[in-house]
């Protein structure tokens, strides 16, 4: 079955240091990928995705992602946060039946010191 | 563009009261739609999807249910409201080859 896993229920990390957010994945093939994050009483913005080709991804507010197969990782990575970067980021695998339902992990929430 | 907007943004009910929590989308014509829940700090669980008018999908057994009368419009009911129900209830949208789920506003569901 298919399933995420995000190993940190809780980052904090210091305004202007880097950020890498954990996601794993579990998938019998090659997977579609998404970032989603969210802030406080908010819906979702869809941060990047990962379909096919190259393997480092780039999406809005400067963040990226790199798929590691061989890993079944694909981490959220950003070099330098911001306070506006705190909220709850979610990794999601895409299923690929009729269904086009998405599996999320229990996500991450990042807290940003000044 | 499309969007998709939630209503109402806020609802407090009593245990044993109905529910009706409505979604639409604009923009877009024969989206799939998805009803998620999301409980106070936990992840999203996916309740119910649809791919057309009248084609449900219950992903968990509860006391919840859905029903797409319109193209765009999704609607999440239920009967008799409990403890449990409350959370944060996201609807979202897809169209085309892949998975990207573009979501709302949310719902906020306070059961007393």
């Known amino acids: 079955a298919q399933s995420v896993t995000q190993p940190d229920i809780h980052i904090t990390v210091s305004e202007g240091a880097s950020l890498e957010l954990r996601c794993n994945y579990s998938?019998?093939?090659?997977?579609?990928l998404f970032w989603y994050v969210q802030s406080p009483g908010q819906g979702l913005q869809l941060l990047l995705k990962?379909?096919?080709?190259?393997?480092l991804v780039q999406g809005i507010k400067g963040f990226e992602a790199e798929f590691k197969r061989s890993q079944s990782s694909f981490n959220l990575r950003k070099p330098s946060v911001h306070w506006s970067d705190a909220a709850e980021y979610f990794c999601a695998v895409g299923a690929r039946d009729s269904s086009y339902k998405l599996i999320f992990g229990s996500g991450t929430r990042l807290l940003v010191r000044p | 563009s499309q969007t998709i907007h939630q209503w109402p943004a806020t609802l407090v009910q009593p245990v044993g009261s109905p529910l009706s929590l409505e979604c639409t989308v604009e923009g877009t014509s024969n989206p799939n739609l998805y009803w998620y829940r999301q409980a106070a700090g936990r992840g999203l669980q996916l309740l119910f999807y649809s791919v057309g008018i009248g084609q449900i999908s219950s992903e968990v057994p509860q006391n919840l249910s859905a029903s797409r009368p319109q193209d765009r419009q999704f609607i999440l009911s239920s009967k008799k409201l409990l403890l449990s129900d409350s959370g944060f209830y996201l609807c979202?949208?897809?169209?085309?080859?892949?998975?990207?789920?573009?979501f709302g506003p949310g719902t906020r569901l306070t059961v007393l």
């Open positions: 990962y379909f096919s080709g190259d393997t």
């Open positions: 998938y019998g093939a090659t997977p579609y």
């Open positions: 979202a949208w897809k169209q085309g080859a892949y998975n990207e789920q573009f």
